[in-house]
């Protein structure tokens, strides 16, 4: 047991390797990166997808001002609804399940999951939980997709906009997918995944409030796009803001921090020192049921009537243990009072 480690820590420790084994069964050959890093690189911009960008956020703005002064209550209403159901399929989906396996849903809760998902096209569950594996391997170093080391443009969004860094595309291999290949709904949104999110992010989110609400065709199409784009949003700011601003509760020693504003318009994944410290926990939070954390509230609910079970956590003693042996001296909350 290397010394530094009490009794307790070792157990969760090789806890913790046994959980993420199928995340790091291949063994890197390549030169070892040390977070907080990020070589000089050339940028070699994706033009078409700054086009498309560029188009969605000037939408985003005309549905803003339609949304402002002449949509109906219930198309508002009915597009928050969506805004809710494509997060949390993000959350509970792409990442709490897809991701790190932290709890198991039967067929019944993933087909919903993954019709959620669709709605916030976040690109696949498999391709986004295949960068997000590589994220949490290769945290804030070249190799992790939206490395924070390179400011909040580039992790926001700007990674986005330009070809893989050489060090992201040498180690995607790396990555055991073996899972996700193996489970029949993620495969099925990978091979329909152009009519899945044409039909679930766009069309019906746009046809609803035109045959039920009265509303025009591009009043409902902006206010969509308005939607979509704060449903991106949500997440980029767990890549960007919560690897930049905020406090160290559980581990001093990494970039991901604690955000309070992160976890209030991503449902609970702003509590990203823990998330970092324990990936494989269900909550993403030590702060599991509280009102900031709806995704943890929706897979309790599942797992209450029996479609979600073996929800992974972190007993508190262990997470205070390393709070006092690694954390900044804050609480979870972001108080200095300890
Ligand atoms: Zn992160
Ligand atoms: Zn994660």
Redesign the pocket.
């Known amino acids: 047991m290397p010394p530094s480690l009490t009794y307790t820590e070792t157990i969760q420790t090789q806890e913790h390797a046994k959980i993420h084994t199928i995340e790091d069964t291949k063994l890197d050959p390549y030169p070892k990166l040390v977070a907080p890093q990020a070589a000089p690189r050339e940028y070699t911009i994706l033009y078409p997808t700054v086009v498309i960008f560029t188009y969605g956020h000037l939408a985003a703005v005309y549905g803003l001002y339609l949304a402002c002064t002449a949509a109906s209550w219930n198309t508002l209403i009915f597009n928050f609804i969506v805004y809710i159901l494509a997060g949390i399929g993000v959350t509970a989906g792409s990442h709490r399940l897809w991701s790190h396996r932290a709890y198991k849903a039967n067929t019944a809760l993933q087909i919903l999951i993954i019709l959620m998902n669709s709605m916030a096209y976040q690109n696949t569950a498999f391709d986004w939980a295949k960068k997000h594996r590589l ?1 949490h391997r290769y ?1 804030d170093t070249d190799a992790d997709p939206h490395n924070a080391t390179r400011g909040f443009f580039f992790s926001h969004i700007g990674w986005l906009l330009v070809k893989r860094h050489p060090d992201v595309k040498k180690r995607e291999h790396l990555i055991d997918l073996s899972d996700l290949y193996a489970n029949p709904v993620v495969m099925f949104q990978k091979r329909y995944a152009f009519p899945m999110i044409i039909f679930f992010c766009f069309s019906l989110p746009t046809l609803i409030p035109v045959y039920f609400f009265g509303e025009t065709l591009s009043l409902a199409w902006h206010i969509n796009i308005l939607r979509y784009v704060c449903n991106l949003h949500m997440s980029f700011f ?2 960007s803001a ?2 930049l601003w905020g406090n160290k509760p559980y581990d001093k020693n990494i970039k ?1 921090v604690q955000n309070l504003f992160v976890s209030l318009v991503a449902f609970g994944e702003g509590f ?1 020192n823990y ?2 410290t324990y990936p494989w926990d269900y909550k993403a939070a030590e702060l599991g049921n509280n009102k900031l954390n709806l995704s943890t509230k929706f897979i309790d609910l599942f797992a209450w009537i029996g479609w979600a079970k073996d929800l992974k956590t972190v007993p508190e003693h262990v997470s205070h243990t390393r709070i006092v042996r690694t954390g900044d001296g804050s609480d979870m909350w972001g108080h200095k009072d300890h």
């Open positions: 994220h945290s767990i890549n919560a690897h991901p990203h998330h970092h």
